[in-house]
């Protein structure tokens, strides 16, 4: 019960505080305000349409949320099992953030009261450092990853193990780096800021088609054979322990946001990549085996919410699944994922923020 009165007084005091910086104190204060707010759609207008698209770069977009990243592991055509899913054992987190004039800042931290909805302690430990970063330009969309784990289990409950309890891994570790890059073609009619950051606001249904770029390198490691003695025991003898990969090359995509009554939306996007590299497996009976060739990779985005002058929320999810080694009779797939439900609140900037940002980020 504790937990829940941490809670309540968190929610508490964000909506306070929202509250405060909603009363514009004088007459001139919001003269000045309403001057700054015509300024910046004079000055949006000339990059996008604000007949779909209404900025709020101005004004500070403040944000609670609640957060989980994970990379996962999915083994398809294996003997036994026909697919085996590890996962780590990550953490949900509560963060705070802001963003102004195309600056954000996020902190987000894995609280103990967040106990109930994390796994359980039989899913053994993940120690992991995952550094996704998502920036959302006008024109460009780009994504960077680094992110390192140990420790999986194996999903679902009972999977390589003999007893019915989840196979446990303290061996295992994922290492993938990469970036991407891609152009927003409609970018004057659809707003990926809108669903992703809410700095903006989509008012009318619009969609876009992407073209760009990425590239991968990234290794899975075991100490012993990465599939389960107790999933098939020839292909356990085999003992693969190592899949690594790395490769380049173009993607193309779509996304498109629905907009219902001006104010609710849901946002889709989904790019492919058609990249060039080479895949290694690394076993004990085989040695390694190279596969050089093709590696297709599909990197998706959701975001479900609700956009208002002041008030804003979304339920987002993306997902990048990079196939490893699509040559192989095991194939590998990586799934680097992020979950967040974010609640938002705009207000106006304090001066001293102002002053701050525009000696970094100075107006047109």
């Given at each position: 019960?504790?937990?829940?009165?941490?809670?309540?007084?968190?929610?508490?005091?964000?909506?306070?505080?929202?509250?405060?910086?909603?009363?514009?104190?004088?007459?001139?204060?919001?003269?000045?305000?309403?001057?700054?707010?015509?300024?910046?759609?004079?000055?949006?207008?000339?990059?996008?349409?604000?007949?779909?698209?209404?900025?709020?770069?101005?004004?500070?977009?403040?944000?609670?949320?609640?957060?989980?990243?994970?990379?996962?592991?999915?083994?398809?055509?294996?003997?036994?099992?026909?697919?085996?899913?590890?996962?780590?054992?990550?953490?949900?987190?509560?963060?705070?953030?802001?963003?102004?004039?195309?600056?954000?800042?996020?902190?987000?931290?894995?609280?103990?009261?967040?106990?109930?909805?994390?796994?359980?302690?039989?899913?053994?430990?993940?120690?992991?450092?995952?550094?996704?970063?998502?920036?959302?330009?006008?024109?460009?969309?780009?994504?960077?990853?680094?992110?390192?784990?140990?420790?999986?289990?194996?999903?679902?409950?009972?999977?390589?193990?003999?007893?019915?309890?989840?196979?446990?891994?303290?061996?295992?570790?994922?290492?993938?780096?990469?970036?991407?890059?891609?152009?927003?073609?409609?970018?004057?009619?659809?707003?990926?800021?809108?669903?992703?950051?809410?700095?903006?606001?989509?008012?009318?249904?619009?969609?876009?088609?992407?073209?760009?770029?990425?590239?991968?390198?990234?290794?899975?490691?075991?100490?012993?054979?990465?599939?389960?003695?107790?999933?098939?025991?020839?292909?356990?003898?085999?003992?693969?322990?190592?899949?690594?990969?790395?490769?380049?090359?173009?993607?193309?995509?779509?996304?498109?946001?629905?907009?219902?009554?001006?104010h609710f939306f849901a946002t889709g996007?989904?790019?492919?990549?058609?990249?060039?590299?080479?895949?290694?497996?690394?076993s004990r009976a085989d040695g390694e085996?190279?596969?050089?060739?093709?590696?297709?990779?599909?990197?998706?985005?959701?975001?479900?919410?609700?956009?208002?002058?002041?008030?804003?929320?979304?339920?987002?999810?993306?997902?990048?699944?990079?196939?490893?080694?699509?040559?192989?009779?095991?194939?590998?797939?990586?799934?680097?994922?992020?979950?967040?439900?974010?609640?938002?609140?705009?207000?106006?900037?304090?001066?001293?923020?102002?002053?701050?940002?525009?000696?970094?980020?100075?107006?047109?």
């Amino acid at each position: 019960m504790p937990y829940l009165h941490r809670i309540a007084l968190t929610i508490f005091l964000f909506l306070l505080l929202s509250e405060v910086h909603a009363q514009i104190t004088s007459e001139k204060e919001q003269t000045d305000f309403e001057k700054e707010q015509q300024k910046e759609l004079d000055s949006f207008s000339e990059d996008a349409d604000t007949n779909y698209i209404y900025p709020y770069h101005y004004q500070i977009t403040g944000r609670v949320y609640l957060a989980k990243k994970w990379t996962g592991i999915d083994l398809f055509n294996v003997p036994g099992a026909d697919r085996l899913h590890y996962r780590p054992n990550s953490s949900y987190n509560v963060g705070v953030g802001v963003t102004y004039k195309g600056i954000t800042v996020n902190l987000a931290y894995g609280f103990g009261f967040l106990g109930f909805l994390n796994p359980s302690k039989e899913l053994g430990v993940t120690t992991y450092l995952d550094l996704q970063t998502h920036m959302y330009g006008r024109k460009w969309l780009v994504d960077v990853m680094a992110q390192v784990y140990k420790g999986f289990y194996a999903s679902p409950q009972g999977t390589g193990s003999t007893d019915g309890s989840y196979y446990l891994r303290s061996d295992l570790n994922v290492n993938e780096f990469g970036a991407s890059v891609q152009y927003v073609f409609n970018n004057r009619r659809f707003s990926y800021r809108a669903a992703f950051l809410q700095n903006e606001w989509q008012k009318k249904s619009a969609g876009t088609f992407l073209l760009g770029a990425e590239a991968y390198y990234g290794t899975v490691n075991g100490d012993s054979s990465i599939i389960p003695i107790h999933v098939h025991e020839a292909t356990a003898d085999r003992n693969i322990k190592q899949f690594r990969h790395y490769k380049f090359g173009p993607s193309i995509g779509y996304a498109y946001t629905l907009v219902i009554k001006k104010h609710f939306f849901a946002t889709g996007s989904l790019s492919a990549n058609a990249a060039v590299g080479n895949s290694t497996t690394v076993s004990r009976a085989d040695g390694e085996e190279n596969n050089f060739g093709f590696i297709p990779s599909a990197f998706y985005r959701i975001s479900l919410g609700y956009n208002s002058e002041r008030w804003a929320a979304s339920a987002i999810y993306t997902s990048n699944n990079i196939s490893a080694n699509p040559g192989s009779a095991i194939r590998s797939v990586l799934n680097a994922s992020n979950i967040r439900l974010n609640l938002v609140y705009r207000f106006a900037a304090p001066k001293g923020i102002k002053k701050t940002v525009n000696k970094v980020k100075p107006d047109k």
